[in-house]
């Protein structure tokens, strides 16, 4: 039974992307926050203080790319 699997790194790059977003919303939310407003802060400005330390949420958002985080966005809201 050897057989060769074949993984699509990129879908499963946003899949993670994805999870984590869901992660630091989770965060936001449990301290109070408007998830979406803080989301959009940083996205717009590129300034991860808008997104609280609460739960590791920020250094999160560190680890993921603007241009990754809106690209998994756009490919999820199409169905990609």
């Known amino acids: 039974m050897d057989r060769t699997s074949i993984f699509n ?3 499963l790059r946003q899949e993670l992307i994805l999870l984590t977003l869901n992660e630091i919303i989770e965060s936001l939310e449990r301290k109070g926050y ?3 407003n803080q989301l959009v802060g ?3 400005t590129g300034d ?3 997104i609280s330390n609460y739960e590791g949420a920020r250094d999160k958002m560190r680890s993921l ?3 990754e985080i809106l690209l998994a966005l756009i490919n999820s809201y ?3």
Request: proline share 0%; net charge neutral.
């Open 9 to 11: 790194v990129e879908a």
């Open 65 to 67: 790319k603007r241009e």
């Open 78 to 80: 199409e169905g990609k």
């Open 34 to 36: 408007k998830a979406e």
């Open 42 to 44: 940083y996205l717009l």
């Open 48 to 50: 991860v203080t808008y």
